[in-house]
């Protein structure tokens, strides 16, 4: 009986082990919005390209050639927007931790003269930590109006939806990075 327990004990240790030795990799592994450090990360790998995928889902293109209405019609299409705007309404909700640095250690602006330096956003923030909550709010629930849109398969709602999305955000860039642009001299 000893020796059954022994050989019993190894089996479930060698069993162990190999559990623990084995590793699950995902082939293609979605961005992880958690992983964005700075606000300009977050905006520039998951808010900019998942609100460009709803904005982008319906269009209407007048050419010479005629016009193109560019829409999503299958399944599969659809479910590509939705992921889309859940991705974008987990993004906003990252958005509103304002502690949250604007951008990493010497960073400098990409438009100098049009938008504030990464320093003189993160000011602007520091000073109002409410309105950026509040704009990275509205970007949720705009998002979520957009999801709602799509679950009921209404382009003609979504690009209304698109609109307030960017309306959105072009407000908050008013007031945190770009300011100056707006003020009478």
Same mark, same amino acid.
């Given at each position: 009986?000893?020796?059954?327990?022994?050989?019993?004990?190894?089996?479930?240790?060698?069993?162990?082990?190999?559990?623990?030795?084995?590793?699950?990799?995902?082939?293609?592994?979605?961005?992880?919005?958690?992983?964005?450090?700075?606000?300009?990360?977050?905006?520039?790998?998951?808010?900019?390209?998942?609100?460009?995928?709803?904005?982008? %889902?319906?269009?209407?293109?007048?050419?010479?050639? &005629? /016009?193109? @209405?560019?829409?999503?019609?299958?399944?599969?299409?659809? !479910? #590509?927007?939705?992921?889309?705007?859940?991705?974008?309404?987990?993004?906003?909700?990252?958005?509103?931790?304002?502690?949250?640095?604007?951008? %990493?250690?010497?960073?400098?602006?990409?438009?100098? &003269? /049009?938008? @504030?330096?990464?320093?003189?956003?993160?000011?602007?923030? !520091? #000073?109002?930590?409410?309105?950026?909550?509040?704009?990275?709010?509205?970007?949720?629930?705009?998002?979520?109006?957009a999801l709602a849109a799509i679950e009921?398969?209404?382009?003609?709602?979504?690009?209304? /939806?698109?609109?307030?999305?960017?309306?959105?955000?072009?407000?908050?860039?008013?007031?945190?990075?770009?300011?100056?642009?707006?003020?009478?001299?």
């Amino acid at each position: 009986m000893h020796l059954i327990t022994k050989s019993a004990l190894l089996v479930t240790s060698l069993l162990s082990l190999t559990a623990c030795s084995e590793q699950t990799v995902s082939p293609n592994p979605l961005p992880n919005p958690t992983s964005a450090g700075t606000i300009q990360e977050l905006m520039l790998n998951h808010i900019d390209p998942h609100a460009d995928g709803v904005w982008n %889902a319906v269009s209407t293109t007048v050419t010479a050639a &005629g /016009i193109d @209405e560019k829409q999503p019609r299958t399944d599969d299409e659809w !479910t #590509a927007v939705k992921q889309h705007a859940t991705a974008l309404i987990e993004a906003a909700s990252l958005l509103a931790d304002t502690g949250r640095p604007v951008a %990493a250690t010497g960073v400098k602006s990409e438009n100098p &003269g /049009i938008e @504030e330096s990464p320093e003189e956003i993160q000011k602007l923030i !520091t #000073a109002n930590p409410k309105m950026f909550t509040l704009y990275a709010q509205q970007l949720r629930v705009r998002a979520e109006e957009a999801l709602a849109a799509i679950e009921a398969k209404n382009p003609t709602a979504l690009v209304e /939806i698109g609109g307030r999305i960017d309306e959105t955000c072009e407000q908050c860039h008013k007031v945190f990075w770009y300011p100056n642009q707006f003020k009478s001299n």
